[in-house]
C-alpha cells in the first residue's frame, strides 16, 4: 500500500500500521494515512478505539523506542496514484487522508510493573517514510496518571477514566493535586459541584485507607447554595466528624457563630461602610476600648478625652504646622481634671500628674474670651501638640488603656457585645462636637439596622460572648478526630456574607501559622470555596475599576488572595469552584496549579483558559463547548500532559443539590411554595 504514495514498502505491516511520516519538523509530524486504515473505529489487540480523531493518539517507532504523539488535525488532499505499474496506466487524483500530529515524548518499558512510562521530549525524531501505529492499550496507560505507592500498589485520589487513553483510570497524588491550589471551573450543569463533591469524598477514603485513621483530614466547605449538607452523612462510619453550621439552621444543622468581637478592624469598617475621614476613626476608637473593657468603659471622662486625644493624634498627622483642633482642646482641659479623681489615679500618679502640668503650661494661652467659641480660633505649633499627645498616651497607659493597634494584633482582646459598641459610637461622636455626631450619625444608623436581621442576630450577635477557644473549637475542631465542616452561607445578606467569609479565613489562616511558627508539624487543611466568583469575584471587571467594589467585597477577595499566596506554606489549600472564570480574581487563579475544566462555552471564558496550556497543547481546548457532563480537562501539576478525563459518577444520594429543575413534573403534579 505504501507503493500508492511512491515510497517503497521498507517495512512488513500488520493490522495496527496505519500510514507513514510524510514529513519532520520539531513540534509537528505529518502523516498520510492508508486507504485501509480505519475509519471511526479501530480494533487492536482485541481493543476497540476511536480512529482517527482529534486529540487521539498514534505511536511512531523511533531509535529510543515508540514515540507517543497526539493527533491536532485531520483532514483529505489529494494524491496522484502511482503508474509504476506500467506506461499504459493513468495518473488520476485520489483522495488521501492526513493527519497532523504533535509529538508529546518517548515510551520506554518499565521492567517494575511490565508497562510503559512516558518520557517527555526526544533527542531524535523519526524520519520521513517511517510507519505510524496505533498504539496498545498498555502504552496509552503511560499517557495516564496513576499514582503509586512505594510498594507499586496505584494509591492517590482517582478522578475518573481517561476516555481517550484505553480508559484506564485517573489517579494523581493528593499532594500534587491539592499541595498547590485546585481550580474546578464550568458551566452551570456541566458536572462541577459532582466533581467537587467527589474530590473531598476520595480524600477522606485515602485518608481513612489501610491503618489511617482519619484525624489528619482537616477541610473546610464554603457553601453558598446549601447544595452538599447531605453528601457526606457516612463519612461518619470513616471516624470523620462532619459539622454542619448554617446562620439558619434546619434540624440537620448547627448555629454558625462568628461572634463579632472575632472580627478586626478593617472587617469591622468594611461592614459598616465607613468613610475614612470621620467615620473610621470614630470607629476605631469605639473599637479599642470595648476590646479593652468588653463593655462600655464606665468613666465617661476617660472616653471623651479618649476621643478628643484620636483628633488630636489624627490632625498632627495630617500637618505639621497650625494644629487645629478646636473643641478637643476643651474636652482635654476638663477631661483631665476629671481623671485626677478616678480610683488609681493617686498610685504612682506621676502619669496623671505630669498631664496636668503639660495642661497647664500649654492650654490657658489657647483659650478664647468669647464663651461661644471658646476654643476655636488657636492653633497648636508641632512641639507643643507632641508634648500634649506624649502626656495623654502615659496617662492613658497609666490606666491600662492601649489607644493605637489593630485588634487583629491585640493578644489581650475581650469579648464584648456588639450592642456595646453601638452604644458607645454616639457618645463619643458627641463629645467631639455637634458636626462630628452629624457626620457620624449614617454609619451608627447602618449598624442599627444590620444587627436586626435576623440571621445575622443568630450568628454574630445572640447569646453573648463567648471564649475564643470555643469559636475556633466549633469553626475547625479539635486536634483528636478527621474534621470535614460545612459552612452554610445561604441566607446572609451580601456584605455580612463577605465579611464573615473573610473572617472564617483569616481566622484559618492565621491558626495554621501560629501552629507552624510555634514549631508543631504542619496540619494540612482543605478550603473548598463553591460559587467562588461570588466571593472573590475579579475587581477590574467593574466599570470604573478595582475601587467601585464595595469595601466588604473587596476585602473578602484580598483575604482568600491571601491564602493562594500564602496558604500553602502552612498547609491551607484552596479548592475554588466556579461557572465564570473570567469573573474569579485573577490573583487566585493564578496561584492554582492544577485545574479541572468542565464545559465551558463562553468565548471570553474559554480564550482566558486557553492560556493555562502550552500553546502546542492549545487544540485541547477546543473540545471545551462539547464535553459531556462528568467530563473534564485535567491540566496543570498533577499530571504530566493535559488529560480527558470521565470523573467517576456519584450515587444519588451523595451528590450535591443542584439538579435541573423538573418544570414537567412540577406542573403535572401541581406544587406549590412551601411556608415563607
Known amino acids: ?128 517514510g517511517d510507519p505510524v501505529r496505533l498504539p496498545t492499550k498498555s502504552q496509552l496507560r ?41 481550580a474546578v471551573l464550568g458551566n452551570t450543569g456541566s458536572g462541577k459541584s459532582c466533581t467537587t463533591a467527589h474530590l473531598l469524598r476520595e480524600a477522606a477514603l485515602l485518608a481513612t485507607a489501610g491503618d489511617a485513621n482519619g484525624v489528619g483530614f482537616r477541610a473546610i ?21 462532619v459539622k454542619r453550621l448554617s446562620a439558619s439552621p434546619d434540624e440537620t444543622q448547627e448555629q454558625l457563630r462568628v461572634p463579632a468581637w472575632m472580627w478586626d478592624d478593617e472587617e469591622w469598617l468594611s461592614f459598616a461602610s465607613a468613610s475614612p475621614g470621620t467615620q473610621a476613626p470614630l470607629l476605631r476608637h469605639a473599637l479599642s476600648l470595648v476590646h479593652q473593657f468588653g463593655e462600655i468603659p464606665t468613666n465617661v471622662a476617660l472616653t471623651q478625652t479618649a ?57 490657658p494661652k489657647y ?31 497609666h490606666f491600662g488603656i492601649a489607644l493605637h493597634g489593630s485588634t487583629e494584633h491585640r493578644v489581650d482582646t475581650k469579648p464584648f457585645e456588639i450592642t456595646a459598641l453601638i452604644e458607645l459610637l454616639p457618645i463619643i461622636a458627641a463629645s467631639r462636637g455637634a458636626e462630628f455626631l452629624k457626620w457620624t450619625a449614617p454609619m451608627i444608623e447602618r449598624l442599627r ?68 511558627l510555634d514549631g508543631h508539624r504542619m496540619v494540612p487543611t482543605i478550603m473548598v470555596l463553591d460559587e467562588a466568583h461570588s466571593l472573590i469575584r475579579r475587581g477590574s471587571i467593574t466599570q470604573v475599576g478595582d475601587d467601585s467594589a464595595p469595601g466588604a467585597a473587596r476585602l473578602c477577595r484580598e483575604r482568600f488572595e491571601t491564602v493562594a499566596r500564602e496558604g500553602r506554606k502552612f498547609g491551607l489549600s484552596l479548592v475554588i469552584s466556579s461557572q465564570r472564570p473570567g469573573e474569579v480574581s485573577e490573583t487566585v487563579l493564578s496561584q492554582c496549579n492544577t485545574y479541572l475544566i468542565h464545559r465551558i462555552v463562553n468565548d471570553r471564558d474559554q480564550e482566558y483558559l486557553r492560556r493555562l496550556v502550552p500553546d502546542s497543547l492549545s487544540s485541547l481546548m477546543s473540545d471545551l463547548p462539547t464535553l459531556p457532563t462528568r467530563t473534564a480537562i485535567c491540566t496543570g501539576w498533577a499530571v504530566e500532559l493535559p488529560t480527558i478525563v470521565e470523573i467517576s459518577e456519584l450515587a444519588p444520594q451523595h451528590r450535591p443539590r443542584s439538579s435541573d429543575p423538573d418544570f414537567g413534573a412540577s406542573w403535572a403534579e401541581g406544587r406549590t411554595l412551601g411556608a415563607l
Open 221 to 241: 466547605l464554603f457553601d453558598l447554595n446549601n447544595e452538599y449538607g447531605h453528601c457526606f452523612d457516612d463519612f461518619e462510619e470513616l471516624g470523620i466528624e
Open 307 to 363: 476621643g478628643a486625644y484620636y483628633q488630636l493624634h489624627r490632625e498632627r498627622m495630617l500637618q505639621t504646622t497650625g494644629i487645629e483642633v478646636g473643641t478637643a482642646l476643651g474636652i482635654i482641659r476638663s477631661g483631665i481634671d476629671q481623671c485626677r479623681d478616678l480610683p488609681g489615679a493617686d498610685i504612682d500618679g506621676h502619669s496623671v500628674n505630669a498631664v496636668v502640668t503639660t495642661a497647664d503650661q500649654i492650654l
Open 367 to 397: 483659650k478664647s474670651k468669647n464663651p461661644d467659641y471658646e476654643w476655636g480660633y488657636k492653633s497648636l505649633n508641632s512641639q507643643e501638640a507632641d508634648g500634649l499627645i506624649d502626656a495623654l498616651g502615659a496617662m492613658f497607659a
Open 1 to 128: 500500500m505504501t507503493a500508492a504514495f511512491g515510497i517503497a514498502d521498507h517495512f512488513e505491516r500488520d493490522s495496527a500500521t496505519v500510514g507513514i511520516v510524510d514529513s519532520v519538523g520539531p513540534s509537528r509530524i505529518d502523516i498520510s494515512l492508508f486507504d485501509d486504515a480505519p475509519h471511526g473505529i479501530s480494533m487492536n489487540a482485541g481493543q476497540l478505539q476511536r480512529f482517527p480523531r482529534v486529540n487521539g493518539f498514534v505511536a511512531i517507532p523511533a531509535e529510543a523506542g515508540a514515540m507517543l504523539a497526539m493527533i491536532t488535525w485531520l483532514g483529505i488532499d489529494t494524491a496522484s496514484i502511482s503508474n509504476d505499474a506500467g506506461p499504459d496506466r493513468l495518473s488520476l487524483p485520489a483522495p488521501r487522508r492526513r493527519l497532523h500530529v504533535l509529538p508529546l515524548g518517548v515510551l520506554r518499558s518499565d521492567p517494575t510493573t511490565g508497562g510503559y512510562s512516558l518520557v517527555r521530549g526526544a533527542l531524535s525524531l523519526p524520519t520521513v
Open 449 to 516: 439596622t444590620a444587627v436586626r436581621d435576623p440571621y445575622l442576630d443568630g450568628c454574630c450577635i445572640k447569646d453573648g460572648p463567648e471564649a475564643p477557644d470555643t469559636c475556633f473549637q466549633n469553626l475547625f475542631g479539635s486536634s483528636g478526630q478527621g474534621r470535614l465542616t460545612i459552612i452554610d452561607l445561604s441566607m446572609l445578606p451580601n456584605h455580612a456574607l463577605w465579611v464573615i467569609a473573610g473572617a472564617i479565613t483569616r481566622a484559618m489562616l492565621k491558626s495554621l501559622q501560629r501552629n507552624v
Open 142 to 182: 503511560a499517557l495516564v496518571p496513576q499514582h503509586a505507592a512505594p510498594s507499586g500498589e496505584p494509591t492517590g485520589i482517582r478522578l475518573g477514566s481517561a476516555l481517550l487513553a484505553g480508559g484506564g483510570p485517573v489517579i494523581v497524588s493528593p499532594d500534587r493535586l491539592f499541595g498547590r491550589h485546585l
